[in-house]
């Protein structure tokens, strides 16, 4: 398992990201994230713009319970394997997906991009 880290990227991607230093349990809640076994959040998103309920690459992001530190990854539909969405035009959706819910999660003041 990939340690949490002040700042987090996905394979492919040249766009850094980091905790919003104000962000709140309770906002992480609001956003769809839910807490683990050991106290850190954890989101899990399917990246297939027709139905969430396809087995779809995944975007899962985990932030420490602390709120200091995270890691986010985009995973086979399994969840075992990394994949990169930006290598292919085919993953189109998929980045577009992404971009959305990233961009919710900066808008939110989860996040913030740095680019």
């Known amino acids: ?3 949490l880290k002040t700042t987090a990227t996905i394979l492919g991607s040249t ?8 962000v709140k349990k ?9 807490p683990t076994n050991n106290g850190n959040f954890q989101m899990e998103r399917p990246l297939d ?7 779809a690459i995944k975007l899962k992001i985990t932030i420490a319970k602390d709120l ?3 890691k986010m ?3 086979s539909p399994d969840g075992l394997h990394p994949v990169d969405i930006f290598k292919s035009e085919k993953n189109a959706e998929n980045v ?7 961009n919710n999660l900066v808008a939110r003041e989860v996040l913030l991009k740095e680019e």
Do not use: C, K
């Open 68 to 70: 200091q530190t995270l």
């Open 49 to 55: 713009p027709n139905s969430p309920f396809n087995n």
């Open 26 to 34: 309770y906002t992480l809640r609001d956003v769809g994230f839910v």
């Open 96 to 102: 577009e997906q992404f971009d959305f819910v990233i």
């Open 73 to 75: 990854s985009v995973t």
């Open 1 to 3: 398992m990939a340690l």
């Open 15 to 22: 766009v850094l990201y980091r905790l919003n230093p104000a």
